[in-house]
């Protein structure tokens, strides 16, 4: 028995002999190939006396071998060479994918790093500008004469720490698609308590939207395993998004509920513009800002959505958003049964903060 690589060599060899020759020249060769191989067939045939071997049968059988071989030989030729085309097309372009797959990689990472190094830099001149703006903004070493420097304080130093939040978010990005991020210690916490801490942070921000803020969660108080300073900042992300892009006389309301298998999942409902598949995806992409009538109004970086999901994915979590356009969005923090424990503490059931009518 011919070996594996014999047959893989004769085999390329004869796709090689037969690569150079036009369609018509190898058409010919198997055709005939065919004839001689019908004429051996009967003359073995012939022995077993089945069948007469005179010229006449071999004539006929020659012009019929011919007549329906030859068609079927070029058109399977055909198709052959245009599927050799097309896998060497596909081959060149599985090739660049991978090279262009790389260098994306790359790319990204080098990204990732630029991001890290240079939140890192600036974070500590911002400091400094936040710190020194606050003492004169205070006048702790002395009273200011002139009331406009005390505004210009103020506007530095509420401008620095919007720039640092800014920072503090690609800074966090960064580290968790590089997977430095779970360097952070874990810890349990009431998860109640974070979320009436998120909304109490967010109340200001309603009263001024005059957007209806509610918290409904169940009697039973539980306990996540978590990095407490994460969830918080997810909270903050989704509650705000919620209340800026939630028209006056709208609601935004929070829910918490056990699921069957034992997972917690914290709900965000709002009656705000809503968003189309395609915004979401937008949204959910780091640096993407979905265009509509309120994006003017509240500016901001893209990076909410994104490190919010980045965050709930590293901790095994998930976050799932779901929307209609102009009927408004439900966002799900899902938070795995591993990382949920009891408390039979009890608990407010419902709060309500509707804000005062301008």
Not at 276 to 286: F, K
Not at 331 to 358: C, G, N, Y
Request: aromatic content about 6%; hydrophobic content about 45%.
């Amino acid at each position: 028995m011919r070996p594996a690589s014999s047959r893989s060599t004769f085999r390329s060899f004869i796709d090689r002999f037969l690569g150079r020759m036009s369609r018509i020249g190898v058409t010919i060769i198997l055709t005939a190939s065919a004839v001689i191989i019908a004429v051996a067939l009967i003359w073995i045939l012939s022995f077993v006396r089945l069948v007469v071997f005179d010229f006449n049968l071999v004539l006929a059988t020659t012009i019929v071998t011919i007549l329906t071989a030859t068609p079927i030989i070029y058109t399977t030729i055909g198709f052959v060479h245009e599927i050799a085309q097309k896998s060497k097309a596909l081959a060149r372009m599985t090739e660049n994918l991978a090279i262009a797959f790389h260098n994306a990689e790359e790319a990204n990472e080098a990204k990732s790093r630029f991001l890290a190094n240079m939140s890192h830099e600036l974070r500590t001149p911002l400091n400094a500008v936040i710190g020194f703006s606050d003492i004169m903004l205070n006048q702790r070493f002395g009273r200011i004469e002139n009331p406009r420097y005390v505004d210009y304080a103020k506007d530095i130093n509420s401008s620095g720490i919007h720039l640092l939040g800014i920072i503090n978010d690609i800074l966090d990005l960064s580290k968790i698609e590089s997977g430095e991020a779970s360097v952070e210690p874990e810890n349990e916490f009431d998860i109640v308590t974070v979320i009436e801490s998120a909304c109490a942070m967010l109340r200001p921000l309603a009263a001024r939207q005059q957007v209806a803020l509610a918290i409904d969660v169940p009697d039973q108080r539980y306990v996540l395993l978590a990095v407490e300073r994460m969830v918080r900042q997810v909270l903050l992300n989704i509650l705000s998004n919620a209340i800026k892009y939630t028209g006056a006389t709208g609601t935004v309301r929070l829910t918490v509920d056990r699921c069957s298998n034992g997972a917690l999942t914290i709900s965000v409902v709002d009656t705000g513009i809503g968003m189309t598949a395609e915004e979401i995806r937008v949204a959910m992409s780091p640096f993407g800002q979905v265009k509509s009538k309120l994006s003017g109004i509240h500016a901001g970086t893209g990076l909410g959505l994104p490190l919010a999901k980045a965050m709930m994915d590293m901790h095994g979590g998930s976050l799932v958003i779901r929307s209609v356009p102009g009927r408004g969005s439900s966002v799900a923090l899902r938070f795995p049964t591993s990382r949920i424990r009891h408390d039979t503490s009890p608990v407010l059931v419902v709060q309500e903060i509707t804000p005062r009518a301008s």
